[in-house]
């Protein structure tokens, strides 16, 4: 099936202007009766559901376990959209304000973006989860998700859009991609002047394609290469404690840590105690020469492993003589997105926290905290590695946009 | 001469390194040495200006006067430069900061953005400017200025070079492309991982090129098709005020008004005063049916008038019968840069701030307000009219971006 990317993108920017209009109240009533309408198409979903597994053969169990919806897992979603209703909406609310040397008042005024696109994959959750966010900040949304889960997806989206005919809404306010070919989303990455942001949802290899490709403005999510950098005034056992966790806690995704860079000064001491932690996780340790002078069991890491974000139970250890040394080996190799130092150093822990170049720098703190929840956002987008628009975990904020109001009584320019 | 981008990218990423841990007083210190520096050039500046007077035959003399530099317009120029100074560097502020819930302290620091390229036209001013600015806020620049002036930018570049050299600074905070041709000018707009955001300054065309043709992050400036709306509640002598002020005080610049938009029941009373105002300035007036019903000498109004920025001394007139049909057509039609609505009633006006979509909205003021300097920002970089990142005039701030400092005691994620 042949998707007018054209058309639809009109009919976003359509349904983006009555949605910029609606009252907190319009809106968390409409996400409520949203998740009303999931329950009670639960049997359609899951049946179409079973049409999409029924195409998966010999896809990988994992992926299959993202593609599968039941019972209790609309339930979870439904939930999930009740939770949206509890957030707070940005927009109206006004940045800043003041007066100009013309007398006139301005105030900087939180507006929706408009219409965002989304591409993502095989998780079916994502398409009402992007409905719920982009819905609740007044913005269109324009779907594109796997086509391992098209079937599925086209009756979530269905289910919402029976709220909105029944309640006026513009039912344009949420379009899913029928035809889910590469060179529809060319086109959809190619929609200048319809599309205001495209967020790309998924594997790296994904997002870069995105990057690559796109000439509608994209916000970059994802890839982490993290480091843990143990300095001379390290704790070993808080160390030990936080690579642990930073690794081993959930090491599929990417604020998990993929390296440990540690003073030479510990390093004899602490490596011995870091490895042990690690033993019983199955952590396949890779280190320079002279991490493998302390630790001599464990493999090589070469050149090409400080640049790669593992997302599996392996580490890469680095000695360095000094701080300074540390600092630019992770400026060089880190994706920008989450680093940690471990120290009790305050003079250290400062120099870290300005001279990293990164998302989010911590101090005697795991990577894993890099999240719209545990910020306490109430949500999460994505986690922007760029540094336009938004950087670092993105909840509802980031989907907005402001504008000036200036208030005047007749003024002109001399 | 070829320049090699990707080596320049690395470049300018390693003295961006340098400059996002300089303090405010010493970059103020080296741009007052800059300003000295061009004063110093003079001579050398103008004669490599000459150079390219001397090339730029046949071209319109307004092109030309843009193009050249005297001795009072590079004291101009250094006169912006220690303006800068001036201004409040934004680099550590803090946005916001809190307490999560695992009792992490969370500060959002103000940061450069990194990498900056700049594409631009004739004036060589904007050279300085744009080196001045990106500076001041820690960032590295790439420069890409036109052909016809490539000596006299050159030569301003290594004026500033000079300076930083002298004192210690990667003389690549910033760069000028010497081959300014198209391929050379759509490898920088495809140098992903190196540009962090580029901003074009010059023509509607040059704009849409880069826009179309960038691949890494680009600030979208420019166009203005504004509109000034005489609501049914209008004074009849402030509407003619601000309608002469907004399209005769500066015609050619984006701020200004291109259509006015008047309530059926004051037209006939109002369009003749207002048609009186703009006589003397010989403004050509082009109207809708209704509109020539009352003012029966002036032009149609085509359909592609109305979505057409003139940038000179023309105003088309549509007459509607509520304002809701105003904001449909300002809506419909505008480039989302700058809306007045001229009234006395408070609910007109309210209902013209909210629905309308554009980077300013005012009530009773002239457009050409939209300004950075005019905002009290004390500088700008152009002005936004997309809504990712910055939307409206820009100032220092719009060169920045964030990260998140935490600031933990030992925590893992559970």
Redesign the interface.
């Known amino acids: 099936m042949m998707d007018d990317l054209i058309t639809m993108g009109q009919q976003a920017q359509q349904a983006a ?1 009555q949605l ?2 609606l009252s907190t109240s319009q809106k968390n009533h409409i996400l409520k009766l949203v998740a009303q309408s999931l329950r009670k198409h639960t049997d359609e979903i899951v049946e179409k559901n079973n049409q999409d597994l029924g195409n998966a053969d010999g896809l990988a169990s994992s992926f299959v376990d993202r593609l599968t919806l039941d019972d209790e897992r609309i339930e979870q979603i439904a939930v999930g959209v009740e939770q949206v209703v509890a957030l707070q909406d940005p927009i109206g609310d006004i940045d800043k304000g ?1 007066k ?3 007398d ?1 008042y ?1 105030t900087k005024q939180r ?1 929706p ?2 219409v965002i696109g989304m591409i993502y994959e095989a998780r079916p959750n994502v398409t009402v989860d992007a409905f719920a966010l982009t819905f609740k900040t007044g913005n269109a949304v324009i779907l594109r998700g796997g086509k391992e889960a098209l079937l599925t997806n086209i009756q979530l989206v269905e289910a919402i859009k029976e709220v909105l005919r029944d309640n006026d809404i513009d039912e344009n306010a949420v379009q899913i991609l029928h035809d889910t070919s590469h060179k529809t989303a060319n086109e959809m990455m190619s929609l ?1 002047g319809y599309i ?2 495209l967020i790309p949802r998924g594997s790296a290899r994904l997002i870069k394609t995105v ?5 509608v ?3 970059e999510t994802g890839a982490g290469n993290c480091h843990i950098y143990v300095d001379e005034f390290a ?1 070993a056992q ?1 160390a030990a ?2 690579i ?3 690794k081993t ?1 959930r090491p599929s995704v990417c604020n998990a840590a993929e390296k440990i860079v540690i003073h030479s000064s510990v390093a004899e001491q602490f490596l011995p105690i870091i490895a042990a932690a690690l033993k019983p996780y199955n952590v396949e340790l890779r280190g320079d020469e002279r991490a493998r002078a302390i630790l001599p069991d464990i493999n090589v890491a070469t050149e090409e492993d400080w640049g790669t974000e593992y997302t599996d139970y392996i580490m890469a250890v680095k000695v360095v003589d000094s701080l300074d040394e540390a600092i630019e080996h992770i ?1 060089k190799y880190n994706t920008k997105h989450s680093e940690s130092i471990i120290t009790d150093n305050y003079a250290n ?1 400062e120099k870290f ?3 990293i ?10 990577t ?2 890099t999240d719209g929840f ?3 956002f109430g949500a999460e987008i994505g986690i922007s590695t ?4 938004a ?2 975990p993105m909840g509802l904020n980031e989907l907005t ?13 001399e």
Chains 1, 2 share one sequence.
């Open positions: 202007q910029s209009q003041w100009t040397e013309d006139l301005i507006v973006l408009g200048t205001d942001v990057v690559e490709n796109a000439k403005p994209v916000i704790q808080m404690d936080i642990v966790n930073a806690q400026n822990s926290l300005q001279r170049d990164a998302a989010c720098v911590y101090v005697n703190a795991s894993r905290f545990k910020f306490g760029q540094k336009l628009h950087r670092g946009s402001t504008k000036y109001l200036i208030r005047g009584n007749g003024q002109i320019r």
